[in-house]
């Protein structure tokens, strides 16, 4: 099994910054995707950024030029830099784990963190 625990959400005006961090543990395979999806109220889950172990990533148009995601391979750690925050960011941020065609292609990733909440005030 894996663990994800996640950190940094909260209430930034428009325009702020936030940078979430998710910490894995467990039963971690070297070759894994690590990512981020939202969901807001009333819509659906989404794919927000995604990162493999070599590094590569991809991210949703929506938050392209925005944000940026890294990863720690030594600490098992992904983090999410969120700049020129938007209303519309406002959402339920969830940090995942799996094989790239899981995160990425499938959208089914197996390990799911709890969760951590960011709210952006116009």
């Known amino acids: 099994q894996v663990q994800l625990v996640e950190s940094g959400g909260g209430l930034v005006q428009a325009g702020g910054s936030l940078r979430l961090s998710c910490a894995a543990s467990g039963s971690i395979f070297s070759i894994n995707t690590m990512g981020w999806y939202r969901q807001a109220p009333g819509k659906q889950r989404e794919l927000v950024a995604a990162?493999?172990?070599?590094?590569?990533?991809n991210y949703a148009d929506s938050v392209k030029g925005r944000f940026t995601i890294s990863r720690d391979n030594a600490k098992n750690t992904v983090y999410l830099q969120m700049n020129s925050l938007k209303f519309e960011d406002t959402a339920v941020y969830y940090c995942?784990?799996?094989?790239?065609?899981?995160?990425?292609?499938?959208?089914?990733?197996?390990?799911w963190g709890q969760g951590t909440q960011v709210t952006v005030s116009s």
């Open positions: 995942v784990l799996d094989r790239y065609t899981a995160v990425v292609v499938g959208r089914s990733p197996r390990y």
């Open positions: 990162i493999t172990s070599g590094g590569s990533t």
